[in-house]
């Protein structure tokens, strides 16, 4: 076996052993230590081409059995999954939608092989702020209440039918990232007349 070929089967064999699912370009130049982009993505191409991985949109390379939880956090980054996605999740609302639903630092919706993404854009300071925010297996997840707090912030008039399972006092906790006067006085009276 040449130097070449080591160095391909090293490099497929860090990502196999690695238990993200989900990389761009450069998560994989970071895990195997490649300074030379152009050299890693005709690499990684290859393995493509030969079906070792999958290439689900341009600039992301894919395990197969990756989840939708993990592309959505990739695609765009900073982001987190949050909004309808985690209140239905959460039995806060009760209308289905398919769509995995993100906050990012952009608006933009997205089809990846029949699975639909959406971002809503939110500002900086709130979107840089992880309070509420949880992190497992490479997914950035809101809580039930952040994602409250979210969806209150971008629609005002969106109608939740269950408030019963979120926590008051995180609510509390969290109104503050919002730094907005408009969305405290909503929450207080959607939480009053719950």
Known sequence: MNSSQNTNNDILLAIYR????????????????????????????????????????????????????????????????????????SGIIFQYDSAVTSVSYLSRAVDIGGQAFVYRKMKGSVLVNTSGILREKGINIATAERAFLDLCYLDRDFYFDNLHPLNRRMISELLPVYQNAALTKRVTKLMLND
Request: hydrophobic share 35%; charged share 25%.
């Open 18 to 89: 690695d238990q993200a699912s989900v990389y761009r370009l450069k998560d994989i130049a970071m895990l195997v230590n490649e300074p030379d982009f152009t050299s890693l993505n005709a690499r990684l191409n290859y393995y493509v081409r030969s079906r070792r991985l999958l290439n689900p949109r341009k600039g992301i390379y894919a395990k197969p059995g990756f989840t939708a939880e993990e592309i959505a956090c990739k695609l765009y980054t900073p982001s987190y999954l949050s909004l309808q996605y985690v209140l239905q999740r």
